[in-house]
C-alpha cells in the first residue's frame, strides 16, 4: 500500500531543503522531489550572500528606464530577449506596476525583517553536526568609481540607515585599510556591515545529507510529471515512477515552479531570471570581504581556496547557454580590482569554444517575482498546496526564513513574521 506522507516538498535548492529541515523538525514526515541530482541549480553557483543591504527590491523606480538603455546590449547587467510571449509580458505589466516610490517603501522593512531573521537561522544552522555553513561575518563592500555612484551609494546608506540597518560610506583611504587586497580605481565605497556570505553549494548539499541521515525521504533525479488533484485539495504528487500520496504539497522548485502551478491550475507569475558565475582558483588574492561592482553590475565572493565573479540578469526564457560576451563583461571588471587575477585564458577558451571550461563556469535561473518580492503562502484554490519561490537573486539568503515560515503556514501555526506581503494572492 501506498503511504501517505504527511509532506511533499518538491525543489531541493537552498530553499526546498530548508522548507524540509523546518517541517521535519516541527515532526513531519516529509518526502523532498528533487528532478536533478542536486549539484547545478540556482543554490549551487551563485554569490553565496547573505544580505540584509538589499531590501530595495528589484521592481524600484528608474529600474524600467536603465532596462530600455540596455535592452539591445546582450552583455549589458540587465538583458531582456525581445520575443512573443504571452506570460512574459504579463509578468512585464506587472513588474511596470511595481516601480513605484510606494511599492519600495512598503517593502523595505518587509525585506529587512526577512533578511534580518534568516541571518539569525544561518547561524543556528551552523551549529548542525555536519551541516557546512561556512559563515563569514564581516560585511560586503560596494565600491564606486564615479560621483554617480558615490550618489547612488549615499542615497543607498540613507535608505539602510532609516530602515535600522548599519551601513558606512567610506573614503579612498578608508577602503583601502579595510581591504588591503584591492588594487582599485574606486574612490569609495558603501560598507554593508550585517551583510555576510557562505558557501552555498556546501551549504545545500550538507544540509540535504543531515536530512537523509535523519530519516527524511529524498528522491534525486525525479522529475514531477503532475498531481491528483480533487477539488480544493492535492492528494497525489505523480512522478514517472510513482505516485506520492500526500497530505500537504509545498512548491520550491526555484524558477520550474511555473509550469509546475500551471499543472495543477495555479499561476504562478515568476520568470527565470538568467545570472552567471565563474569561479577560478584564488591564488595570491588575499581578498577577504566580498565586493559588490554595482555600477558593473558584478559580484566577487572570496569562497575557501577559490574566488566566484557573478552577473548578469537575463530574461531570456529556460536558455542554459553560455554566452561569451557575458562571461568576459564579467571578468573585465574583476582585474580592474583584483589585477593578480588570472582571467585571460578563461575569456579566450569561451570564445573559442563556450563549452571548453565549463567546470569553472556556471548558468542558472533566479524565479523572479514581478513585484520583487517572494511568494510564500497557500495558492489561491487550493487548501494544501503552498508556495515558496519568487526569490529572485534572494533565495538563497532567504531560504531559511522561507523554511520556518512554511513549516508554521503547513501546521496552520502564526508565522513569526507577518507574510501578508508575500501571499500569492496579491497575484489573483
Known sequence: MNPVRDVVVVGGGAVGVCCAYFLWRDGHAVTLVERGDGSDGASHGNAGMLVPSHVVPLAAPGVIGQGLRWLFKPDSPLYIRPRLDG??????????????????????PVLRDLMLASVDLFRDLAQLDGVEVDLHENGILMPYETEAGKRHAVK?????????????????????????????????????????????????RTLAAYLRAHGVEMLSSTEVAGFDRRGDRIHAVRTRDQLLATRSVVLAAGAFTQPLGAAVGVRVPVQPGKGYSVTLPR??????????????????????????????LELVGLDRSIKPRRVAAILRQVTAYLPETDTEAIVAATHRDPNAVAPAMWTGFRPCSPDGLPIIGKAPGLTNLTLATGH??????????????????????PTPIGVTALDPARFA
Open 87 to 108: 506570460e512574459l509580458f504579463r509578468w512585464l505589466w506587472r513588474f511596470r506596476a511595481s516601480c513605484t516610490e510606494a511599492h519600495v517603501c512598503r517593502s523595505v
Open 156 to 204: 543607498h546608506a540613507a535608505t539602510l540607515r532609516a530602515a535600522g540597518l548599519q551601513v558606512d560610506v567610506l573614503d579612498g583611504r578608508d577602503l583601502g585599510e579595510l581591504e588591503p587586497a584591492l588594487r582599485t580605481p574606486a574612490i569609495g565605497a558603501a560598507y554593508f556591515r550585517q551583510d555576510c556570505h557562505v558557501d552555498p553549494s556546501s551549504f545545500v
Open 283 to 312: 591564488g595570491s588574492c588575499g581578498l577577504r570581504i566580498p565586493l559588490l561592482l554595482h555600477e558593473a553590475g558584478v559580484t566577487v565572493t572570496p569562497m575557501s581556496d577559490q574566488l566566484r565573479f557573478t552577473g548578469g
Open 392 to 413: 529572485g537573486m534572494l533565495g538563497l539568503a532567504l531560504a531559511p526564513i522561507t523554511g520556518k515560515l512554511v513549516a508554521h503556514l503547513v501546521s496552520g501555526e
